[in-house]
């Protein structure tokens, strides 16, 4: 197993991979390249062309954060966002397509659809109840590798085989901290601590290497106009900027922070009893048996009780593993498609196949 086989491993907790060898061509994750389709079972909802107790929306959006999505139509449609029903942070660097929810009652349809640059929204049909997170089946991912390179192809084979058979660490991926930044959970912390003096520093005017330099240099200039979220943060009331963001992004810089947390202890598991101790179900760290699987991180964390109790509580597999995989060539490029299980990340996927040669594009 490869130790940091990619540059943001170090920031994300991320540290092992299954497989040694890459395909050695450079792949760059954005909407051209990277397509992500949610996997919802409408039976199981009563799905109706014509009438139903909730509303589906179709969203498709290309180089678009979810969080923008959610606004677009909150605004637009004059619902509140926590009215909106969906499921699960879609990558921004991608060509995406998902589904809300939204009680009928509140929904005028002649304001459908909702077309602006990057984002698509219109009206598919009607649920007969409440979705629930039981109807979310998972993502279908499809992967364009511009090669023509036939070893790339024997190769790529190799590594799903592997993959598929021996699973892969459920790392939370590069998403969740942000490929630019890698701050989200550092806030999340910051967030828990009530330490808004680091906060604001961390959110305002720490740089990260991989940052582009526009954004760099409005951070030192402390000109934060088109930054989604320092934009909110300073425009707040005074003393209200955390938790005003916290709201704004639905919780996600607490959740990372736990995520980051988990795959600390990944590693551990990985070092004291190897692969095989991932094949079970693990505890995130704000569960009451967490203590028993945590008890040094949380030190190292600095961690004291009354906010371990503020982290999320669910449990998570150990492993996940790669489905329905199919590889073909189109012309000069491979297309690798595949499907994987709810809150499971095909970066992590992606960084078994390219390694270090893996890249993000946006700002």
Request: hydrophobic share 40%; net charge positive.
């Given at each position: ?28 994750v954005s909407p051209d390249s990277f397509i992500v389709e949610e996997i919802v079972d409408f039976e199981k909802t009563g799905f109706n062309n014509e009438k139903g107790e909730y ?227 693990l505890p995130m760290p704000g569960c009451l048996n967490a203590t028993d699987y945590y008890s040094d991180i949380f030190y190292l964390e600095s961690l004291k009780p009354s906010v ?33 299980e709810p809150g499971m990340y095909a970066s992590i996927v992606l960084r078994e196949l390219f390694k270090d040669k893996l890249y993000f594009e946006g700002k």
């Amino acid at each position: 197993m490869l130790v940091y086989p990619h540059p943001l491993d170090y920031a994300t907790g991320i540290k092992y991979s299954v497989v040694d060898k890459s395909l050695g061509v450079e792949y760059t994750v954005s909407p051209d390249s990277f397509i992500v389709e949610e996997i919802v079972d409408f039976e199981k909802t009563g799905f109706n062309n014509e009438k139903g107790e909730y509303a589906v929306l179709r969203v498709l959006k290309v180089n678009t954060e979810t969080f923008k999505a959610l606004e677009l139509v909150s605004s637009k449609l004059g619902i509140p966002v926590g009215n909106i029903i969906f499921f699960g942070i879609k990558d921004k660097n991608a060509t995406t397509k998902s589904y809300f929810f939204i009680k009928s009652q509140l929904l005028d349809p002649s304001l459908l659809p909702i077309e602006t640059r990057g984002v698509k929204i219109e009206l598919v049909g009607f649920t007969k109840k409440k979705p629930s997170r039981s109807i979310f089946q998972g993502n279908k991912f499809t992967v364009i590798i511009e090669t023509g390179r036939v070893e790339v192809v024997k190769t790529l084979r190799e590594i799903i085989d592997t993959i598929s058979t021996t699973g892969i660490p459920s790392y939370y991926g590069y998403q969740r901290f942000g490929v630019k930044r890698c701050n989200s959970h550092l806030l999340g912390k910051l967030l828990l601590l009530k330490r808004e003096d680091l906060f604001a520093d961390v959110l305002l005017r720490t740089i990260h290497l991989l940052e582009d330099p526009d954004v760099s240099l409005r951070r030192v200039l402390g000109v934060y106009r088109g930054l989604i979220y320092e934009e909110h943060y300073i425009s707040s009331k005074l003393g209200m900027g955390m938790t005003s963001l916290a709201k704004k992004t639905h919780n996600i810089l607490v959740d990372a922070y736990a995520s980051y947390l988990f795959n600390l202890l990944l590693n551990k598991i990985i070092e004291i009893s190897g692969l095989n101790g991932l094949a079970t179900s693990l505890p995130m760290p704000g569960c009451l048996n967490a203590t028993d699987y945590y008890s040094d991180i949380f030190y190292l964390e600095s961690l004291k009780p009354s906010v371990i109790k503020l982290l999320p509580c669910f449990h998570r597999p150990g492993l996940f593993k790669p489905r329905n995989n199919v590889v073909y060539t189109r012309g000069d490029s491979i297309i690798y498609e595949f499907e994987l299980e709810p809150g499971m990340y095909a970066s992590i996927v992606l960084r078994e196949l390219f390694k270090d040669k893996l890249y993000f594009e946006g700002k």
